[in-house]
């Protein structure tokens, strides 16, 4: 069974601070993995990874996969309190015909002033 | 900028009714999505849809569900004969291939 785990669950960070949130996936026949910031409700897309050690940057976001390993990470930069939210990774494996999205539980993150 | 939008915004339904959940796709997009979100679990998959038919659905997707276009436009989820369990936030996400842009959502409670 497909398996997306991330961590930390929840992180309190000052304004300021640089974090990393880290997504783990077991995706059979991994296609692509994808972030997202979920506010208060519906999730707003960030980025798209197919590639390995490729970094996509979206001003103080950036994010890696690295295929080998499993694994990939979110930076923030600078936080904000505006990046307050809950980040959440899926795989997609390409057994699917439709691109369905295996979501993880996703990362809280709280950015204090 | 084109957005995934959805109605209602929430719905209260009693056990054993259907109610059926609407979405407007971003109008050049060809892949259609619902996806649930219990309060306080993470977001589930339910369906996808292609080209005018079901793509891949859930093991959560069974009979008790459906989707259709029905009329070029909107696409909808029917959930019949609701239970109890059915209440969760329910998303529409639409896309031109694997990323996908969610909608809003309807939050739908089953008492």
């Known amino acids: 069974e497909d398996k997306v785990v991330q961590s930390p669950l929840s992180l309190v960070v000052h304004e300021g601070d640089t974090v990393t949130l880290n997504c783990s996936y077991e995706?059979?026949?991994?296609?692509?993995l994808l972030w997202y910031k979920q506010e208060k409700k519906a999730p707003t897309f960030l980025f798209m990874l197919?590639?390995?050690?490729i970094e996509k940057k979206s001003g103080r976001l950036s994010s890696i996969l690295d295929k080998k390993e499993l694994f990939s990470i979110l930076n923030i930069t600078a936080t904000q309190t505006g990046d307050s939210a809950i980040y959440l990774c899926?795989?997609?494996?390409?057994?699917?015909?439709?691109?369905?999205?295996?979501f993880g539980k996703g990362t809280s993150l709280l950015v204090t002033p | 900028e084109p957005e995934v939008t959805q109605t209602p915004s929430h719905q209260v339904t009693q056990m054993g009714q259907e109610v059926i959940l609407r979405c407007v796709p971003i109008?050049?997009?060809?892949?259609f999505y619902w996806y649930r979100q219990i309060l306080g679990q993470k977001v589930e998959f339910l369906v996808s849809f292609y080209n005018n038919e079901i793509s891949e659905k859930s093991e959560i997707f069974d009979d008790q569900f459906s989707v259709e276009r029905p009329d070029g436009s909107n696409f909808t989820l029917k959930i019949r004969s609701t239970k109890l369990e059915d209440s969760a936030m329910y998303f529409c996400a639409t896309g031109t291939g694997e990323t996908q842009y969610f909608g809003p959502g309807t939050r739908l409670l089953v008492l």
């Open positions: 109008s050049n997009h060809l892949y």
């Open positions: 197919t590639s390995s050690g």
């Open positions: 899926a795989g997609i494996s390409n057994s699917n015909s439709g691109y369905a999205l295996n």
């Open positions: 995706v059979t026949n991994f296609r692509s």
